[in-house]
């Protein structure tokens, strides 16, 4: 049977990647697959969701069609509920696989989902490396982000010693 509501429950655990926790803990968070496993799922129709920053994948790539979602905001995102819902998941037996960089930031995320009554959840052993390493689908990583200057350097002389704002260089985006 179906169910269409996400119950709310005070005690859902934080999808906070788990830095404390070793790589076993952290992959027993709730059932965890190969890339391989991932892969034949997504194919047969669950929601691949990649959970990791955006600095994250403009690093290490992307994964065609995955949803990306912040891990912080996972009431928002697959609240079923709500026209405003992010991630194209339409019931709590919708199944799910959910990747990261690693085990420590999947984890929480799955273990949250599945508190929120979400039954078929998985998460990627070895994350995006794992996903990559394997040969399936991938996205080049884009320029990785330019850190932001600092005020001091924001604004120090140009080359004919007036005060600038730094070199600015076309499509390059700056780190928040």
Same mark, same amino acid.
């Given at each position: 049977?179906?169910?269409?509501?996400?119950?709310?429950?005070?005690?859902?655990?934080?999808?906070?990647? #788990?830095?404390?926790?070793?790589?076993?803990?952290? *992959?027993?968070?709730?059932?965890?697959?190969?890339?391989?496993? #991932?892969?034949?799922?997504? +194919?047969?129709?669950?929601?691949?969701?990649?959970?990791?920053? =955006?600095?994250?994948?403009?690093?290490? *790539?992307?994964?065609? *069609?995955?949803? %990306?979602?912040?891990?912080?905001?996972?009431? =928002?995102?697959?609240?079923?509920?709500?026209? !405003?819902? &992010?991630?194209?998941?339409?019931?709590?037996?919708? @199944?799910?696989? %959910?990747?990261?960089?690693?085990?420590?930031?999947?984890?929480?995320?799955?273990?949250?989902?599945?508190?929120?009554?979400?039954?078929?959840?998985?998460? %990627?052993?070895?994350?995006?490396? $794992?996903?990559?390493?394997?040969?399936?689908?991938?996205?080049? @990583?884009? +320029?990785?982000?330019?850190?932001? +200057?600092?005020? $001091? &350097? $924001?604004?120090?002389?140009? $080359?004919?010693?007036?005060?600038? #704002?730094?070199?600015?260089?076309? *499509?390059?985006?700056? !780190?928040?």
């Amino acid at each position: 049977m179906t169910t269409h509501t996400t119950p709310s429950t005070p005690s859902t655990p934080s999808p906070a990647p #788990a830095v404390d926790l070793s790589l076993d803990e952290a *992959g027993a968070l709730a059932p965890l697959v190969t890339a391989q496993a #991932a892969a034949v799922r997504v +194919q047969a129709g669950a929601v691949l969701v990649d959970v990791r920053s =955006e600095a994250g994948r403009a690093a290490t *790539g992307s994964i065609p *069609g995955a949803t %990306v979602t912040d891990r912080y905001a996972l009431d =928002e995102a697959f609240d079923l509920t709500s026209a !405003a819902r &992010q991630v194209p998941v339409l019931a709590l037996d919708t @199944p799910i696989v %959910v990747v990261c960089g690693s085990v420590r930031g999947s984890g929480p995320v799955a273990a949250a989902l599945r508190a929120r009554g979400f039954t078929d959840v998985v998460h %990627v052993e070895g994350g995006f490396g $794992a996903w990559d390493e394997a040969g399936l689908p991938t996205l080049p @990583p884009a +320029q990785a982000p330019v850190p932001a +200057q600092a005020p $001091a &350097q $924001a604004l120090a002389p140009t $080359a004919d010693g007036a005060a600038g #704002a730094g070199p600015e260089v076309a *499509g390059e985006r700056r !780190a928040r």
